[in-house]
């Protein structure tokens, strides 16, 4: 299984979307972060936790979940790289592949050490950006599709069949 931790102010502050958002509204471009990244996890599975630093949201560390992505808010004296850091050497193991999205180069190398991958921020929001993309060609494609008959039938028989089968008269 593969598990994505992202530094989650590190992607508001490099995202173009985000980082006009976070201007206006911090805590809105927080949801749309993790918007975007629940759609990325239910395209390409795996699991998606994302690490927030207490330094924007004081008080005792919170986890909780939101659109299925594991969210969490560090300790008060705890930074984002700390926690991450920590959970990518748990998490590693046989079974489980551990990518970190930041682009701190300090904490690329300690996750390195760990055994973890990196992905830069402006490398996950390039992906994210082809998944949405991805995602709206299969739906363009479901829906422009017609159903084709196995027996051919001409129109006006179909459309008989069609009133009958909705009960019209």
Request: a neutral charge; aromatic letters at 8%.
């Amino acid at each position: 299984m593969n598990v994505l931790l992202v530094d989650g102010y590190n992607m508001i502050g490099s995202w173009p979307e985000l980082k006009d958002l976070r201007e206006r509204d911090l805590s809105l471009a927080r949801d749309l972060l993790i918007d975007m990244l629940a759609e990325y996890q239910s395209y390409k599975g795996g699991r998606v936790i994302a690490v927030f630093d207490a330094y924007h949201v004081r008080g005792l560390e919170r986890k909780h979940r939101k659109s299925s992505i594991d969210v969490i808010y560090t300790k008060e004296n705890e930074t984002a790289d700390e926690r991450i850091e920590k959970l990518a050497g748990e998490l590693n193991d046989v079974r489980t592949q551990v990518y970190v999205a930041t682009s701190d180069y300090a904490q690329q190398r300690v996750i390195f050490a760990r055994g973890a991958y990196r992905i830069s921020a402006r490398e996950l929001y390039i992906e994210i950006k082809n998944v949405q993309k991805a995602i709206e060609e299969d739906v363009s494609e479901r829906t422009t599709e017609t159903y084709t008959p196995k027996i051919p039938l001409n129109k006006e028989v179909r459309e008989a069949f069609e009133k009958w089968r909705r009960g019209d008269k």
